[in-house]
């Protein structure tokens, strides 16, 4: 298990990151570098701070608002064994997780490893919103995405199905 994770910030109540109020960790580091990112500040792997993971469960737990909790970034899955931790660790609260990620749903599956975590991080994922940030296909009508080629992906039914299976808000 891994203790600690490198953020670049945290939100302990929001309503614009997923359904319901939600506990927001903004991972740092990012290789995506999109155009108009949201949150360029977390691009470099070099800043941010080192967070205890306990810290962040308690934090989490001290909360009975929670609906879920959404890692967002960076990108979440440069460090995924160290969110499933912190997802293992919150079970128990039986909050709904949602993971924003630049590389596609079916990159992630086809690359999965037991080194890198990225399947452990998919299978504690409910939602995942899936593929980078399009400047160019920026809608700010979509529910939780920025551009109309991201993604919302029912996790669990997909990797069942072994098909997407897009979640509807």
Partial sequence: MQDEIKIAGIVEESIVDGPGIRYVLFTQGCPHHCKGCH?????????????????????????????????????????????SSLIDEVKNK??????????KYEYLVENASKDNGYMQLLEKTDILIDGKFEIDRKDENLLFRGSSNQRAINVKESLKNGKIIEYEF
């Fill in 39 to 83: 949150n360029p500040q977390t691009h470099d792997f070099n800043q941010g701070k080192i967070e205890k993971i306990q810290n962040i469960v308690n934090s989490i737990d001290s909360n009975p608002l929670l609906k879920g909790i959404t890692f967002s970034g960076g990108e979440p899955f440069m460090q995924a064994k160290a969110i």
């Fill in 94 to 103: 039986k909050l709904d997780i949602i993971t924003y990620t630049g590389f």
